[in-house]
């Protein structure tokens, strides 16, 4: 199984800073199509998961800009350029190349 | 708008067996590989399982294989995990997923005595 780690698990970050979250996974994500499928998530508690980004680094819709991915193969990043107080929640990386599909640990952003 | 409605859950006892529903609307349902992803108390998120479109590939978790089985009726745009000799560790948020671009809303289930 593809075993994804997250850094930081828990970062305090002030309101108009920047944050980045690092997702490696114990191997390539290249997908036989050459597609990476690696994502971000957010939760809040009470509510569903929320796709921020898609194939590492496509936008869903109605995320705002600052939220941005990069990477390839096994090391990938998440970057919030100025974190808001609704950025507060628990980020998740995920991978769909391989089954089972399997997520990050997650990491709590939280305000300092 | 992509809707993804579910329903069923509750507290059941270990061992017991218990069906959740997710109805789809917005979209064409019947192209779409579907997901159901679970999140037990102060953990994180755990994929389930997977069906295809057409059904012709079903994927599940080591942890619930042979006691979960997942189904779709593409005519009623609806999703079913069927789930069987519960234990302890099932107790989770359930969620269906379209891909993994929109989620349901969640669906409680408790297993204890």
């Known amino acids: 199984d593809i075993v994804l780690t997250q850094t930081p698990l828990s970062s305090p970050v002030a309101l108009g800073q920047p944050a980045s979250i690092s997702c490696r996974s114990s191997?390539?994500?290249?997908?036989?199509?050459?597609?990476?499928?690696l994502s971000w998530h957010q939760k809040k508690p009470g509510q569903p998961p929320r796709l921020l980004l898609y194939k590492v680094s496509n936008r869903f819709s109605g995320v705002p800009d600052r939220f941005s991915g990069s990477g390839e193969g096994t090391n990938f990043t998440l970057t919030i350029t100025r974190v808001e107080a609704e950025d507060v929640g628990v980020y998740y990386c995920?991978?769909?190349?391989?089954?089972?599909?399997?997520f990050g640990p997650g990491t709590k952003l939280e305000i300092k | 708008e992509v809707q993804l409605v579910q329903s069923g859950g509750g507290l059941v006892k270990p061992g017991a067996s218990l069906t959740l529903s997710c109805v789809a609307s917005?979209?064409?349902?019947?192209?779409?590989?579907m997901n159901w992803v679970r999140q037990a108390p102060g953990k994180g998120l755990e994929w389930v399982a997977s069906i295809s479109s057409r059904s012709k590939s079903i994927k599940y978790a080591d942890s619930v294989k042979g006691r979960f089985t997942v189904s779709r009726d593409n005519a009623s745009n609806s999703l079913h995990l069927q789930m069987s000799s519960l234990r302890d560790e099932d107790t989770a948020i359930y969620y269906c997923?379209?891909?993994?671009?929109?989620w349901g809303q969640g669906s409680l289930v408790t297993v204890s005595s």
């Open positions: 995920m991978q769909a190349t391989q089954f089972p599909h399997t």
């Open positions: 917005g979209f064409n349902f019947n192209i779409y590989d």
């Open positions: 997923a379209k891909y993994y671009d929109h």
């Open positions: 191997q390539s994500l290249v997908h036989t199509n050459g597609n990476t499928f």
